[in-house]
Structure formats: C-alpha cells, structure tokens
C-alpha cells in the first residue's frame, strides 16, 4: 500500500512539472493554425536579457588600440537568473577615423521560473532549456568633425546583428537579423571629464510581417586618469508597438588598465522593460596603437 502510494505522488508530480504541447496550446490559446513563433513577443520586456540590448554609449571617439576582451556577465531578475560569456573585439582600420569592433556572447545558462515561462509563452520544446549561444554584433564605427575636435567628438556607428542564436522556443533569443546607427558624442568638460550621447535609431525583425522601429537615446559622463577609465550613463530605446519594447537602462564601467592589460567591473540596473540587475566581470588586452 505505502509503496503504491509512493508510485502515484512520483506520477502525480512528474506529470505536474511536465509542459506538453496541449499545455502550451491552452496557455496561449492556439488557434489551430499559426507558428508557435508568432506566439512569442519579441521584444526586450519579453525575452532574455541578451536577445534585443541596448547599444553602449560611445565617447565620440574612435578606438585606435586593437584589442581583445573577454567577460562575464551575470543578470538577475525575478524568476530568471543568468550568467554568460562575453567576448569582444576592436581592429582599427584607419588610425582616428574608422574601427570596426564585434561582440558575441558563445553561450548562456538560464533558469527561468514557471511562472516566467508562462508569461513569455515559452514553446514547449524549449521549456527545460537551461543553455543558449547569442548572435553576433559587428559595428563599423566612422570619426566625423575631426578639424572640430577641441570643442566636440563626434562618431557615426552603424551595427548589424548576424542571428547565430539558439533557444528561440524557450524566449531567450529571436535568432532573426536587426540593425542600427548612431551618432555618439562627446563634449571635454575638461581634461579629465567629458559629457557623452547618443542618438540614432534601431531596428529588428519581428517574428510575424515587418519590423519593430525604435528611437534609440542616451546620455552619460566619462571619466580618465591615470589608467583609470569611469562611465557612468543611461541609455534606451523606445519601440513603436509598445509591448515591452522600451527598455531604459542606468549603469556605470570601470576600467583599469595596467600596461597591455585592463580589468573591467560594470554594474547596471534596468529602469523600464528590462528586468534585470546585471553585473559585469572581465578582463581586456591591448595590442600596440595603428600608427
């Protein structure tokens, strides 16, 4: 008798815990016909924290030190805990005037809460997903006003993202193309401080007909002595769907550079339609400055 109780509650609670696709069907009240894709919402308020992010702010300065970075990252929200990798790279072109620089997270590992899974209408294939690969971002970055530089910085970026990601039926990537540009600026307050912007505008394709159009913003301060590097802004972007997607983030980066080595620590905090407190841990290696 006990051990036959004991067969039905592992029964009971191993089908409790399970997601078949009559579930999800009934969750998002599946018509019948449509993808399952069209029933997620690809946007920042409904995905992982890594799938639509917000482009750094840059100084209006164009990188001249080849350089190769690699990080961690760790995101914390309510019923979704990620760590990642990030790698990153920047090749000058053109000493002062062209750089083109490229990131790409290899993999990710997540735990997302029932209750996260539901609300994200996560596909039943992908419901015990624990790990994803991201995509690729290449930017071109171009100096603009360089005869103009004592009174401002100026730099046009343009970004493609190339979709190499994974884990789409579990709301982690949208595994589809997206673009933006830019103007970052920069204005010396001094020799040490300087007031930083942006201001462009970005884009991604959806999961059903067209695309998503967003302004994108931002606006912070860069500080620089002596091997110490600290950016502290607040930047965004705000779609036209208004469906979680307007994500507004606050953070600051510090970086201290050692010889060819530089470490780095960032802290940010989501405002609006990203949930996420994350945290920023890597290291940074410098190659000789394009004569």
């Known amino acids: 008798m006990r051990k036959g109780l004991l067969v039905i509650l592992f029964f009971y609670s191993t089908h409790a815990m399970s997601q078949t696709f009559n579930d999800w069907a009934k969750l998002v009240n599946w018509d019948g016909v449509t993808p399952w894709r069209q029933y997620l919402r690809y946007s920042p308020g409904f995905m992982g924290p890594n799938a639509l992010p917000v482009p750094e702010i840059g100084n209006g300065t164009v990188d001249s030190i080849n350089h190769i970075s690699v990080s961690g990252v760790f995101h914390f929200s309510k019923g979704d805990h990620t ?104 204005i010396p307050l001094s020799n040490k401080f300087k007031f930083t912007t942006m201001t462009g505008f970005y884009v991604w394709q959806l999961n059903k007909k067209g695309q998503n159009d967003a302004i994108l913003f931002g606006g912070g301060f860069e500080y620089n002595h002596k091997g110490w590097r600290w950016q502290t802004n607040c930047r965004g972007y705000s779609g036209y769907l208004n469906n979680g997607d307007r994500p507004v983030i606050v953070g600051s980066q510090l970086e201290k550079k050692s010889k060819n080595i530089s470490f780095l620590f960032g802290l940010h905090q989501g405002l609006h339609d990203y949930k996420y407190t994350s945290i920023e841990l890597g290291t940074k290696y410098s190659f000789a400055k394009r004569k």
């Open 83 to 186: 760590q990642n990798i990030k790698l990153r790279g920047n090749y000058c072109l053109v000493k002062d005037f062209i750089s083109a620089d490229i990131t790409w997270i290899p993999i990710e590992w997540f735990r997302q809460s029932a209750g996260i899974k539901n609300e994200r209408h996560v596909y039943y294939h992908g419901y015990y997903d624990q790990k994803a690969a991201g995509d690729i971002y290449l930017n071109v970055n171009v100096q603009l006003l360089s005869r103009w530089r004592k009174y401002i910085h100026l730099v046009f970026r343009t970004g493609f993202r190339y979709p190499t990601s994974s884990s789409v039926g579990a709301a982690r990537y949208t595994d589809a193309p997206g673009y933006h540009f830019d103007l970052s600026g920069g």
